[in-house]
């Protein structure tokens, strides 16, 4: 069954096809591109130093240290799950617990 040869040539363009096919569309499209991608690095940034900030701002006794999670967090992430749990956690509480007494 046959239904038309196969060597149809379309010589129909669409109007935009200059545009599309042009050089300063492709560095427009370039420039978003690395634009969505910096304000994406960006924002990851700002997410990963949260608990830094936090630890900070609420005068942790262990702010360096949550600093340091955060920072050796960017190569291994568990580091960075520590930064977190380690400024959620009452280390008061827990001192009390290791030492076994009760307030």
């Not at 669409?14 to 994406?40: E, K, Q």
Request: net charge positive; aromatic share 12%; hydrophobic share 55%.
């Amino acid at each position: 069954m046959k239904i038309h040869d196969t060597d149809l040539v379309y010589t129909n363009l669409p109007g935009t096809m200059g545009l599309l096919n042009s050089v300063a569309f492709m560095w427009v499209i370039t420039a978003v591109t690395v634009g969505v991608f910096c304000w994406v690095a960006i924002k990851l940034w700002h997410l990963h130093s949260l608990p830094k900030y936090l630890a900070k701002e609420r005068g942790m006794q262990q702010a360096k240290l949550v600093f340091w999670l955060c920072m050796l967090g960017l190569l291994w992430k568990p580091l960075w799950v520590l930064a977190v749990i380690a400024i959620v956690t009452d280390w008061d509480k827990v001192q009390q617990w290791i030492r076994g007494t009760r307030v």
